[in-house]
């Protein structure tokens, strides 16, 4: 069961009212709501480790929410859903290509306010959950030595053992070695695994299996 501890909404909007009615809205649904009138009030607030949504109005006394949105592009941020009162296509089309949700004009209904959020939620524990899995691996992979670094594109691109020795110069028993010893610090049981991880980490594969001569 997901209790309102393990996911926070927070609610940016400089209509108090607005803010005192969703927060309300957000508590029925057993959720957790800080609300702020301002841009810097929230960007000034220490964000608690745990998957969140950001309800963001698009018109704010300090800087537009569609502003806001660019400035924490590159942040491990919330997902955004916006709302406002004053919706054109230009600004949902900007809103959603910067990676918002959704982008809701007043009044909307509490069930597709619900639902954005909701998405909102899901989409960014799943984001957390894939950089800690990315921040795992990028560990594992620090603990490679140089050569097997070298190894390591060459055994996911498919290369037979032989033909992954050859590439390197060096022999077939010494590329086994160094192949044990990925696997073991890559913390990977079989090849296809290893694959994945090297996926993951988005390692260039340069070399494509090939019949030997």
Same mark, same amino acid.
Request: proline residues 6%; contains cysteine.
């Given at each position: 069961?997901?209790?309102?501890?393990?996911?926070?909404?927070?609610?940016?909007?400089?209509?108090?009212?607005? @803010?005192? *009615?969703?927060?309300?809205?957000?508590?029925?649904?057993?959720?957790?709501?800080?609300?702020?009138?301002?841009?810097?009030?929230?960007?000034?607030?220490?964000?608690?480790?745990?998957? *969140?949504?950001?309800?963001?109005?698009?018109?704010?006394?300090?800087?537009?929410?569609?502003?806001?949105?660019?400035?924490?592009?590159?942040?491990?941020?919330? #997902?955004?859903?916006?709302?406002?009162? #004053?919706?054109?296509?230009?600004?949902?089309?900007?809103?959603?290509?910067?990676?918002?949700?959704?982008?809701?004009?007043?009044?909307?209904? !509490?069930?597709?306010?619900?639902?954005?959020?909701?998405?909102?939620?899901?989409?960014?524990?799943? *984001?957390?959950?894939?950089?800690?899995?990315?921040?795992?691996?990028?560990?594992?992979?620090?603990?490679?030595?140089? @050569? !097997? @670094?070298?190894?390591?594109?060459?055994?996911?691109?498919?290369?037979?053992?032989?033909?992954?020795?050859?590439?390197?110069?060096?022999?077939?028993?010494?590329?086994?070695? #160094? @192949?044990?010893?990925?696997?073991?610090?890559?913390? *990977?049981?079989?090849?296809?695994?290893?694959?994945?991880?090297?996926?993951?980490?988005?390692?260039?594969?340069?070399?494509?299996?090939?019949?030997?001569?």
């Amino acid at each position: 069961m997901v209790h309102s501890q393990d996911k926070i909404v927070f609610i940016v909007d400089d209509d108090p009212r607005i @803010r005192e *009615a969703l927060s309300m809205l957000l508590a029925s649904f057993d959720m957790r709501a800080i609300t702020f009138g301002s841009a810097a009030e929230y960007m000034a607030y220490p964000k608690p480790d745990v998957p *969140a949504c950001l309800v963001l109005d698009v018109e704010l006394p300090d800087i537009n929410g569609l502003d806001l949105q660019s400035r924490i592009a590159e942040g491990n941020h919330p #997902h955004i859903v916006f709302i406002t009162g #004053h919706g054109d296509i230009p600004s949902s089309v900007r809103a959603i290509k910067t990676g918002a949700v959704d982008f809701l004009t007043k009044p909307f209904r !509490e069930a597709d306010l619900m639902r954005a959020i909701n998405v909102a939620l899901a989409e960014n524990r799943d *984001a957390r959950q894939n950089r800690a899995e990315l921040g795992d691996l990028q560990q594992r992979l620090s603990r490679l030595t140089p @050569r !097997e @670094r070298d190894v390591l594109p060459l055994v996911v691109s498919g290369l037979l053992n032989k033909q992954a020795a050859a590439e390197l110069g060096i022999s077939e028993i010494t590329l086994q070695i #160094h @192949r044990s010893k990925i696997m073991k610090k890559m913390g *990977a049981a079989s090849l296809p695994e290893l694959v994945r991880m090297a996926g993951t980490l988005e390692i260039p594969v340069t070399h494509s299996r090939r019949p030997q001569s």
